[in-house]
């Protein structure tokens, strides 16, 4: 059940930001999990010709692959951002916060087993 902030400059209009949504999914889709995705992309401010883009993903602990995971998304959302907004790399973060099974709760039931949602590497 990943959870993904994306916080984009103030500048970016509505039509990139639903892009980016949408692009991001696939890209937490291809690199974490499959399904139960959860994001939010928001403004923050920005000079304007600043294309920061600060990507924060908070999941469920034990998927394996963790650091290969984390590059992989990088890699696919760098990708994205420098298309829509114009981000380089070194413009942009990601940071990857876990939490125990536990600590959420979702729609009154247990979410599948990692086992069930977390998708193969096609580059580790």
């Known amino acids: 059940m990943p959870i993904v902030r994306v916080d984009v400059p103030d500048w970016a209009t509505r039509a990139q930001m639903a ?3 949408s692009e991001l999914h ?3 889709e291809r ?3 499959r399904e139960h995705i ?3 992309v ?3 401010y920005a000079e304007p010709k600043d294309a920061t883009v600060i990507l924060t993903v908070d999941l469920r602990d034990g998927r394996g692959q963790e650091s290969e995971r984390t590059k992989a998304l990088f890699e696919e959302a760098s990708a994205v951002c420098l298309r829509v907004l114009g981000t380089t790399d070194e413009r942009m973060i990601v940071l990857v916060r876990k939490f125990a099974q ?3 709760v979702s729609g009154g039931g247990a979410l599948p087993p990692l086992s069930q949602l977390t998708p193969e590497l096609k580059r580790a």
Do not use: H, K, N
Request: glycine letters at 12%.
């Open 19 to 21: 892009q980016l949504q």
């Open 26 to 28: 696939g890209c937490i």
């Open 31 to 33: 690199t974490w999990a």
């Open 38 to 40: 959860w994001v939010a």
């Open 42 to 44: 928001r403004g923050m």
């Open 102 to 104: 536990d600590e959420c």
